[in-house]
């Protein structure tokens, strides 16, 4: 388990978003020292956790503001806000159910009107944030508008937080996940957590302080008798101290005809009521609320880092000093050969040593229509330590061919096998600028943690 002070915490991840915004430049000094701790670390081959590990030291040397501190404290405080007035809220909707009875001195709650106010409504809602949840990131990439009104209070309480940034931290296209948009939602379930929570104590208050009756009436044939025991007995999940029964709900029926007279036996509607306001209320909303603080720390634990500024970042700090020169074996990689480059492998040797730190073997042909080498190549890369190399000329990108050649590599040799995409020019040569930036490009949008792209670079010391 990684050391608490190594974790990603929510005010991190927005004060880095910010910070890479305003300043994305590394140090000598920091590049440095944050290499030689990846050298202690020893995270083999998990580059999504080298890149968390490094990306937040950076952030810790460049980190000025606390603007992800104060976010995280207005959240909490909206979160401890919306749990008291929805408390509230509660308290003042039950006393505000209680109705007088027609033809009577009484006083009571109409049942039918009681379980739709209490947990019909709320309900509709909950099952209208689930959808959105589900729905509104395929359509618009972001939050659904419960979060998203929700989002926009927090923003403007939070401080200076520009749009870009914002959208950032709640972008939930091709399934990137949010830690924001789940504190959000944290937020929410506990404003729904104290909706019910002032219904049970609600509740209760009137029914220790008050005279309080349960009746019901209806002239629609479809909300009669065997429909309140249908509704009752499914919220009562049939267990019998809290079901009232077809005989209960009869009583309990205020007749047009004439005047209510309350009967025994009808003081099950008390339990049945406190049960399923706890049960289908209460506990739902713990329930969510425990889910969503879980999933905004399996975010933070698992974040890929890989929007192009943050491929670009890392690119910065892990960039290899020329003046290092490797000493004694070191681990075998596969060189694939895309289109039948036939380089020489023993020219790339010094670059692929000092720069990428790892030894070409062999060299096998890819893509260029022979089953035979290809197969050849599919069993090697299996068995490389230290992954794979793709040898490509700059002016030679095709996005769906190498989509394809990515996809069954990932195949043969597994997600967790590094891929690194070497692009040369005319030979063993420098590949030309524009070039290298629509490789970069290309590989930043497929946003595959263990794949990277690298321009071939002379004057490395020879070997």
Request: glycine residues 10%; hydrophobic residues 45%; positive net charge.
């Amino acid at each position: 388990m990684a050391d608490r002070t190594e974790r990603w915490r929510l005010e991190d991840l927005v004060d880095f978003e910010m910070t890479l915004e305003d300043a994305p430049e590394v140090s000598a000094q920091a590049g440095k020292e944050i290499r030689e701790g990846l050298r202690e670390k020893k995270f083999g081959r998990d580059e999504a956790a080298k890149r968390r590990w490094g990306l937040l030291q950076w952030l810790r040397k460049k980190r000025q503001r606390e603007a992800g501190r104060q976010f995280v404290g207005v959240a909490r405080f909206a979160g401890i806000l919306l749990l008291v007035l929805m408390f509230l809220g509660g308290v003042g909707l039950i006393r505000g159910l209680v109705t007088d009875i027609r033809g009577t001195n009484l006083r009571g709650f109409n049942i039918w009107v009681m379980l739709a106010a209490t947990l019909g409504v709320q309900w509709l809602f909950l099952i209208g944030s689930i959808l959105g949840y589900f729905i509104m990131p395929k359509i618009t990439g972001g939050l659904d508008w419960f979060r998203e009104l929700m989002g926009v209070v927090l923003k403007k309480l939070s401080g200076r937080m520009n749009s870009s940034v914002w959208r950032k931290l709640t972008d939930l296209r091709s399934g990137q996940k949010s830690a924001v948009a789940w504190r959000l939602g944290r937020i929410l379930q506990l404003g729904g957590v104290g909706l019910n929570l002032g219904l049970l104590i609600g509740l209760f208050g009137v029914l220790w302080f008050l005279e309080t009756h349960f009746f019901w009436e209806s002239s629609l044939a479809q909300f009669g008798p065997q429909s309140l025991n249908v509704a009752s007995n499914f919220l009562s999940l049939g267990i019998s101290w809290f079901s009232p029964g077809i005989d209960v709900i009869e009583k309990s029926r205020l007749l047009t005809d004439s005047a209510y007279t309350p009967q025994s036996g009808l003081g099950i509607w008390k339990g049945f009521f406190l049960f399923a306001i706890f049960f289908w209320g209460l506990l739902p909303r713990v329930v969510f609320f425990l889910l969503t603080v879980r999933r905004e720390q399996k975010v933070l634990s698992s974040l890929q880092l890989q929007d192009p500024a943050h491929r670009k970042l890392w690119r910065e700090i892990t960039r290899v000093e020329r003046t290092v020169v490797i000493e004694g074996p070191s681990d075998g990689v596969v060189l694939l050969d895309v289109g039948g480059l036939n380089l020489d492998v023993s020219e790339l040797r010094p670059f692929l040593l000092q720069t990428l730190r790892v030894n070409p073997e062999k060299s096998y042909s890819v893509g260029v229509l022979n089953e035979a080498k290809e197969k050849e190549a599919w069993e090697a890369m299996k068995k490389a330590p230290c992954g794979v190399v793709m040898l490509v000329e700059g002016w030679s990108l095709s996005p769906k061919q190498m989509k394809a050649l990515v996809s069954r590599i990932r195949e043969e040799a597994g997600e967790e096998t590094v891929l690194r995409v070497l692009v040369l020019g005319d030979g063993v040569e420098p590949p030309e600028e524009e070039d290298f930036a629509q490789w970069q490009k290309f590989i930043d949008a497929l946003r595959d943690p263990n794949l990277e792209c690298i321009a071939y670079e002379e004057g490395v010391l020879q070997s």
